[in-house]
Nanobody, 125 residues
Framework: QAQLVESGGGLAQPGGALTLSCAAT????????MAWARQAPGKGLEWVAA????????????YYADSVRGRFTISRDNDKNTLYLRMNSLEPEDTALYSC??????????????WGQGTQVTVGS
């Protein structure tokens, strides 16, 4: 049974930065695409960023929503079974519950079959 546990959320000031982590267990982490999604109060789910299973770090191996491109960076450490989201230049509009998600396969297809419980990010002064 796959399990995903997020950490690293909290309160940040506008213009500040946070790094989220997602520890994965119960499956071969390196074989699957992974993603971060967020949901703000009263709003729908937004896919924030995703990374292919064999990402080399090049642009073609990742996906970013227009709202975060250039500010957020997704990465993974397959040896540590951990997914990361570095968030820079945070804006109040980034306030949301951020969840880690596992894709059904190697490629990212805007679909997940396992989710973490989420970590709250609040951006305000």
């Amino acid at each position: 049974q796959a399990q995903l546990v997020e950490s690293g959320g909290g309160l940040a000031q506008p213009g500040g930065a946070l790094t989220l982590s997602c520890a994965a267990t119960g499956f071969t982490f390196g074989n699957y695409a992974m993603a971060w999604a967020r949901q703000a109060p009263g709003k729908g789910l937004e896919w924030v960023a995703a990374i292919y299973s064999d990402a080399s770090g090049s642009g073609s191996d990742t996906y970013y929503a227009d709202s975060v491109r250039g500010r957020f960076t997704i990465s993974r450490d397959n040896d540590k079974n951990t997914l990361y989201l570095r968030m820079n230049s945070l804006e109040p509009e980034d306030t949301a519950l951020y969840s880690c998600a596992k894709a059904p396969g190697r490629l990212w297809v805007f679909s997940a079959n396992y989710w973490g419980q989420g970590t709250q990010v609040t951006v305000g002064s």
